[in-house]
């Protein structure tokens, strides 16, 4: 089983890989509240793994934002673009020596549930994690966010904390360019 340490940088890869650079489709902003966010890696003995997201208008829009300078300097391509029944990004991009090709297709309505899910290629990827791998993320809308929980608020499992606006503690746990 892949540990914490390894799975956390994987799954933010994931959902970096989805989403779109500032030139790019914006996607819908999610309603305000605490969300729960469930991925899942087809064909893979890794159990799923289940956060909490508090958010808000202006840390959705912060987070896009502060994440499309990483897209722009670590993908060459990075192309979102609408579809009948919500988006599809196409995306390659260079972490670490490693080149991640991905397809993602994002359903849902951003207000009570989303879904998204990353089919992905990677040319080296780490030791014991396979090269190729579809993961989906669900989403679902719980309510509001708890009293002792502010925008950007993410409960990881085994009850590690972190909030998306101290972007030096994320980037701490992603591979270098």
């Not at 003995?45 to 840390?59: I, S």
């Not at 919500?86 to 009570?112: A, K, M, P, R």
């Not at 950007?152 to 904390?161: E, H, K, L, N, Y």
Request: with cysteine; charged share 20%.
């Amino acid at each position: 089983m892949m540990r914490a340490s390894v799975w956390f940088p994987l799954a933010a890869l994931t959902l970096l890989s989805w989403l779109p650079a500032a030139s790019a489709v914006e996607l819908p902003t999610r309603k305000s509240g605490l969300w729960e966010l469930k991925m899942l890696r087809e064909g893979s003995p890794t159990p799923e793994m289940t956060m909490q997201q508090c958010t808000d208008e202006t840390t959705d829009k912060q987070m896009t934002a502060n994440f499309s300078p990483m897209a722009k300097q670590n993908c060459s391509k990075n192309d979102t673009q609408p579809t009948a029944t919500g988006y599809v990004t196409d995306s390659v991009c260079s972490f670490g020596g490693s080149t991640l090709t991905s397809h993602s297709e994002i359903t849902g309505d951003f207000n009570s549930a989303y879904a998204v899910k990353v089919v992905s290629h990677s040319d080296k990827p780490p030791a014991g994690v396979p090269g190729d791998s579809t993961v989906t993320l669900q989403a679902k809308w719980l309510g509001d966010c708890g009293k002792d929980q502010r925008p950007g608020d993410i409960v990881m499992p085994g009850g590690f904390r972190l909030n998306i606006k101290d972007m030096e503690k994320v980037k701490g746990l992603l591979p270098s360019k």
